[in-house]
């Protein structure tokens, strides 16, 4: 249940996260000759990034793993 919860919130963030993605390279573009303005979009694509990497964290997180028992010997030493 938690792990179906995380991954919803995580769809929903990820949508919006593109799309400012987007936009934050676009103005890069824009401002290549502007170093001030230039920082501060490569600043917002940073931290979007960042945000991109979490919520992959938690998408992985959120992953049912699937177990595969298998029976193991076990030696005692000594």
């Not at 996260?17 to 694509?45: C, F, N, V, W």
């Amino acid at each position: 249940l938690l792990g179906e919860m995380a991954a919803g919130i995580a769809h929903e963030v990820r949508n919006p996260l593109g799309s400012i993605l987007l936009y934050a390279k676009m103005l890069q573009h824009d401002l290549a000759e502007q170093a001030g303005p230039r920082s501060l979009a490569d600043k917002i694509t940073s931290a979007v990034q960042r945000l991109e990497a979490v919520v992959g964290d938690v998408l992985t997180f959120s992953r049912q793993s699937a177990l595969r028992l298998r029976r193991q010997l076990l030696h005692r030493r000594g």
